[in-house]
């Protein structure tokens, strides 16, 4: 990877905002949000959908952008109406993490940036982790985050593994022939299922 200046200059400079600005919350609260959603969504977003973008560089961008953001839009409008107000689906209703703090440290305010830093450097982070328990107000609820991260990877890797060696040795068998058409329908449906999810999942970090 390509070492340029800009990599650390920007997070320079965002480190010296966080510093002047924590001790004012109501200017860290909205530094903090626009931080959180900015580092939160260029870090998981790419992982989301970066494969789906990429299989469908022949079609049209907008395309792309209108079928992702009204996903995006319905899950996003689905839960403030059905949480009253809450854009998370009430994942930050858990002790420890349903109070909106009064005041700001610094760390806080500079977790994001932390997270754009490891995002730009490529290095495998958990964003729930990351930036949730910079503003954990106990110990317990980033235990049970701690908790719920490590078995949810365990499951994947185990499924991954397991549907691996299922089906490679049909991929192998059908991997130069052509694709069915009912391949790219599904391609989108399941994009925007792992899409929609995401959001569910990861607004929290954003409204947090």
């Known amino acids: 990877m390509k070492f340029i200046k800009s990599d650390l200059l920007i997070p320079f ?18 530094l903090v ?11 998981d977003s790419i992982q989301t959908i970066g494969t789906f973008i990429a299989s469908n560089a022949d079609k049209k961008w907008y395309y792309l952008w209108i079928y992702m953001g009204s996903i995006f839009l319905i899950t996003v409008t689905y839960s403030w109406i059905n949480y009253g107000g809450d854009i998370s ?9 349903n109070e909106a703090p009064q005041q700001f440290k610094f760390l806080q305010v500079f977790a994001p940036v932390v997270l754009l830093i490891l995002t730009r450097f490529r290095m495998p982070v958990s964003t729930s982790i990351l930036l949730l328990s910079a503003f ?14 490590f078995f949810g990877y365990f ?25 069915s058409k ?6 989108w449906i399941s994009s925007g299922a792992l899409w929609s999810t995401w959001i569910m999942q990861d607004m929290a970090n954003v409204a947090v």
């Open 13 to 30: 400079i965002l480190s010296i905002v966080c510093f002047f600005a924590y001790p004012y919350p109501e200017v860290a609260m909205w």
């Open 182 to 187: 009912l391949w790219l329908p599904l391609q």
């Open 89 to 97: 689906y009430e994942r930050l209703a858990s002790k420890g993490l």
């Open 136 to 149: 954990a107000t106990q110990a317990s609820s980033i235990t049970s985050i701690l908790q719920k991260s």
């Open 155 to 179: 499951i994947a890797f185990a499924l991954a593994i397991i549907v691996w060696l299922l089906t490679t040795n049909l991929f192998e068998k059908y991997k130069n022939h052509k694709p």
């Open 33 to 43: 949000f626009f931080l959180a959603s900015y580092s939160a969504i260029a870090n």
